[in-house]
């Protein structure tokens, strides 16, 4: 059998560039493919903030319809944007050799940053990640595609806007007027790229496989068992690293109050051999220290 593989994606530019990747490789296999995109619910509606939209996965809903109802075969996606629990029918086929996860900042001179000044985003994670560094400094929603984004923050009076430095990287549009945010945690799977099949097409399953990466599946399979685990998505501020040196795992995961007032964090190295259970073994030592009364304080706030 050699049928064409329908790929699905969102239609911004950095998805299509992110589907038209998992198709040449498909390509350069031998596969015959098709691109079907499509507009998401989250790239239609860019007037409110993600989480109060209150819909898990408002990115990858529309394709995971289109998938179960036999309209694409397989669908590409940035994987922080994939909920921890997939839909019944749909599996993970393979996850992509990670780019970086770092965040950065895109500024207009840095001079405000012992002073006060006003930064876009529209992730709480980032928000409360900078307002625990710059608790002086203002944060504004910004929505939108990349390229939306960025036109947004030109035409503002803001200081600067965070964004994911691989979305920028892969469609070559990483000013000169930007800075790494090595001390923020990124989103769980920030960097990756997941394809998802139906569970019952060995087919597309197969043809897949060749395109995963072990140590990226690892890494971003604890970072989310650690989101899982906390119950987040895009609902709690919760950042999450895993990283291969060798044999041996690094983890560092968080949970932030909306403020960015409150920290409640945790650091392991272990050997790579045990890391299946790191994720949620972390998760459940951030609940204990103070992070389920914290978790309990942003769904009330959230509410």
Known sequence: MN????????????ALWQATTVQNALEN?????????????????????LYEMGITGIFTKTLDVAMLTNKIDIAVHSMK???????????EAAVLKRATSKDILLHKGLNFLNSKGTIATGSLRRKAQWLNKYPHHAVVDLRGNVNTRMKKLEESDWNGAIFA????????????????????????????????????DEFCRKALQALNHEHSEICVHVEREFLKELEGGCTAPIGALATIEGDMLHFKGAL????????????????????????????????????????????????
């Open 3 to 14: 049928k064409v593989i329908r790929i699905g994606t969102r239609d911004s530019e950095l």
């Open 29 to 49: 296999l031998g596969h015959k493919t098709e691109l079907l995109p499509v507009k998401s619910t989250g790239d239609l509606n860019l007037d409110q903030p």
């Open 81 to 91: 944007d994939v909920p921890t629990a997939l839909p019944k029918g749909i599996v």
């Open 165 to 200: 430095a691989a979305g920028l990287e892969r469609i070559s549009l990483t000013p000169e007027n930007s800075i790494d945010l090595d001390w923020m945690l990124p989103a769980p799977a920030q960097g990756a790229m997941l394809v998802v099949a139906i569970q019952e």
């Open 256 to 303: 932030f109050s909306l403020d960015g007032s409150q920290k409640v964090e945790v650091e392991r190295d272990l050997p790579l051999a045990d890391a299946s259970s790191i994720g949620k073994i972390c998760a459940q030592e951030v609940l204990q220290n103070g992070g389920a009364a914290l978790m309990q304080q942003i769904k009330e706030l959230l509410n």
